[in-house]
């Protein structure tokens, strides 16, 4: 029995079917979607090939769809948050995002404890990767005619960059996203644009 301020029982068939869910989302991704094909084409080219080992899906405790874990060798992972990933089109968005931390890695060495360097990926991939796209920020809210991209990207790359340890603190992150802004949003490789 519960009381009022305990949690309420889990549901583990729940748990081990949303799971499942999610690694098929994935798997389905990995083999069809043109981005995240795109993508993993062009970590090959960098010299940092993945495969489907690469990809995990797990719990997460942060309320994310996903992160890129650049500690883990040889040259990082990728994580879908089972517990956030929303539906199909969710999954392939977060692995394009966190493809994109990937390459950025791969090409750039990237310290993730410089919030500059922290500041550029994430404007490069909340940019590229589909997260500011109009339909999204109708989705969350957001209906600003002019500027919506812009201001998405600045508002999605500071949340993100304000997570790391290393960048938090009063408007530190949003110094980093600001003063990386304009360099790194016309990075768009590897895409041609």
């Not at 869910?21 to 960098?46: D, I, N, T």
């Not at 500027?147 to 949340?159: D, H, S, T, V, W």
């Not at 997570?163 to 603190?169: A, F, R, T």
């Amino acid at each position: 029995m519960s009381t009022p301020d305990s949690p309420p029982p889990v549901n583990h068939d729940e748990l081990a079917a949303k799971h499942k869910k999610v690694k098929e989302w994935q798997e389905y991704a990995l083999k069809r979607s043109p981005m995240v094909k795109f993508m993993m084409e062009h970590m090959g080219k960098c010299g940092c090939p993945v495969d489907d080992s690469y990809f995990t899906v797990r719990r997460c405790d942060e309320s994310v769809g996903g992160g890129f874990d650049a500690v883990q060798e040889p040259h990082g992972g990728i994580v879908l948050c089972e517990n956030h990933v929303r539906d199909y089109k969710h999954a392939e968005m977060t692995l394009t995002h966190e493809l994109i931390h990937a390459y950025d890695n791969c090409r750039a060495f990237v310290d993730w404890s410089n919030c500059a360097h922290h500041a550029c990926s994430e404007i490069r991939a909340a940019s590229l990767s589909g997260d500011c796209k109009w339909l999204q920020e109708i989705q969350r809210g957001n209906f600003a005619m002019q500027g919506q991209g812009g201001n998405c990207i600045k508002r999605r790359a500071i949340l993100s960059v304000s997570m790391n340890p290393s960048c938090q603190g009063e408007g530190v992150a949003e110094k980093a996203v600001n003063e990386a802004y304009e360099r790194c949003f016309r990075d768009t490789a590897p895409f041609d644009r």
